[in-house]
């Protein structure tokens, strides 16, 4: 397992940031202080696929936003409540946008539509992002020892986690499906 990590643990953070920036770069930097990856690059990875998946939102809004908004209509109340975070808050969007829950994807999106410059957004986000990413990564190389501590717990209990993990995931589905078949049936006693 040791060697798989070695072998391809940096290019799972470059590519895992394109979809969890934050959580990847904090088990790289644990990965890092157990000797695993080179720190370095675990935080150039991270910020490398983070940043790349931000520019193709922002990039996707600023050309083809009028397009992708016309074949997802879903998107728009998302696309709104951005534009109007971004008229209170200005340029700060772009350095706070990602504690922002429900949008943090949609909203380089809103950006790319709102004709700000590539420029501008590529350099203050790709700033913001290596200060993030590097401060998380640090955090996790810091708290390693601590963290590394636990694995022996994670690992005798393994199955128990996963089996809870299983069911959660099945009762969350169940759920959902349950109501969505009970708003279909009082549509239908409305109507």
């Known amino acids: 397992m040791q060697e798989w990590i070695e072998s391809y643990g940096v290019w799972a953070v470059l590519i895992g940031g394109c979809f969890e920036g934050e ?7 644990i990965g890092a202080r157990a000797g695993v990856l080179p720190w370095p690059w675990v935080i150039l990875a991270g910020w490398f696929g983070t940043f790349a998946a931000t520019q193709v939102w922002f990039l996707a809004g600023k050309y083809a936003g009028d397009w992708v908004l ?3 209509p879903h998107y728009q109340a998302k696309v709104e409540r951005a534009k109007g975070v971004m008229d209170r808050h200005g340029i700060w969007v ?3 946008y990602r504690f922002l829950y429900g949008l943090r994807t ?8 709102s004709g700000v410059s590539t420029a501008k957004f590529m350099i203050i986000d790709g700033a913001v992002w290596l200060v993030w990413l590097g401060a998380l990564s640090t955090m996790g190389y810091l708290m390693g020892d601590v963290a590394l501590g636990y694995l022996d717990v994670i690992y005798a209990y393994q199955k128990w986690f996963v089996g809870v993990f299983v069911l959660l995931v099945a009762g969350i589905w169940l759920f959902r499906r349950f109501r969505a078949k009970r708003a279909v049936l009082q549509e239908g006693e409305k109507g």
């Open 106 to 113: 949609i909203t380089p999106f809103a950006i790319g539509m």
């Open 94 to 96: 772009f350095v706070f």
């Open 70 to 72: 016309e074949r997802r």
């Open 23 to 29: 959580l990847v770069n904090l088990l790289g930097g």
